[in-house]
T-cell receptor, first 117, second 113 residues
Framework: KAGVTQTPRYLIKTRGQQVTLSCSPISGHRSVSWYQQTPGQGLQFLFE???????NKGNFPGRFSGRQFSNSRSEMNVSTLELGDSALYLC????????????????FGEGSRLTVL | SQQGEEDPQALSIQEGENATMNCSYKTSINNLQWYRQNSGRGLVHLILIRSNEREKHSGRLRVTLDTSKKSSSLLITASRAADTASYFCATIFTGAGSYQLTFGKGTKLSVIP
């Protein structure tokens, strides 16, 4: 079974630009979560999607947004990039069947490393 | 804010020794999970321990959970160079409306061959 796939793996943007990151979950997984990892703040939860609906959201500004498609693939977008957005963005999927709350293990992709200049 | 706090922040041991990492958290939890991250890569799930469990084993891993002290420990026995990685504890709140996994800042383990 293929793992979680994130694209692109590396990208460089300049301040003010926008970026879209993609995540393909493990086949059959309907829950997709996104995390930002920086040396200073560590791993921080961005949002979680289940069956195309945002089910939970972390404490990030509105410049950070996401969506999930009917095939469970997910994208996240960051608009008006700032230097502080430089980070490793990790996507994770889980076997959540929709029972609240989701308490199971997460399967992570390798991440998309964003550098903002 | 981070729910879990790992201790120590960094740990260096010789191959074959045991490594112990601790995690403290602040609120009631549903379960606690440990993940490993090799440098700059994705996280890999190691073990999950539920709030009604006190100890769990998986291969060379032993996890304990003390809900009265709001703490957990991860023991890696007979460490290998390949165990060199960062280790994170993660918790899920049992409070209403919030159930995302919240990670600590991790323990960086170096196993010297």
């Amino acid at each position: 079974k293929a793992g979680v796939t994130q694209t692109p793996r590396y990208l460089i943007k300049t301040r003010g630009q926008q970026v879209t990151l993609s995540c393909s979950p493990i086949s059959g997984h309907r829950s997709v979560s996104w995390y930002q990892q920086t040396p200073g703040q560590g791993l921080q939860f961005l949002f979680e999607y289940f069956s195309e609906t945002q089910r939970n959201k972390g404490n990030f500004p509105g410049r950070f947004s996401g969506r999930q498609f009917s095939n469970s693939r997910s994208e996240m977008n960051v608009s008006t990039l700032e230097l502080g957005d430089s980070a490793l963005y990790l996507c994770a999927s889980s076997t959540d069947r929709g029972l609240y709350p989701n308490t199971g293990e997460l399967f992570f992709g390798e991440g998309s490393r964003l550098t903002v200049l | 804010s981070q729910q879990g706090e790992e201790d120590p922040q960094a740990l260096s041991i010789q191959e074959g020794e045991n490594a112990t990492m601790n995690c403290s958290y602040k609120t009631s939890i549903n379960n606690l999970q440990w993940y490993r991250q090799n440098s700059g890569r994705g996280l890999v799930h190691l073990i999950l321990i539920r709030s009604n469990e006190r100890e769990k084993h998986s291969g060379r891993l032993r996890v304990t959970l003390d809900t009265s002290k709001k703490s957990s420990s991860l023991l890696i026995t007979a460490s290998r160079a390949a165990d060199t990685a960062s280790y994170f504890c993660a918790t899920i709140f049992t409070g209403a409306g919030s159930y995302q996994l919240t990670f600590g800042k991790g323990t960086k383990l170096s196993v010297i061959p």
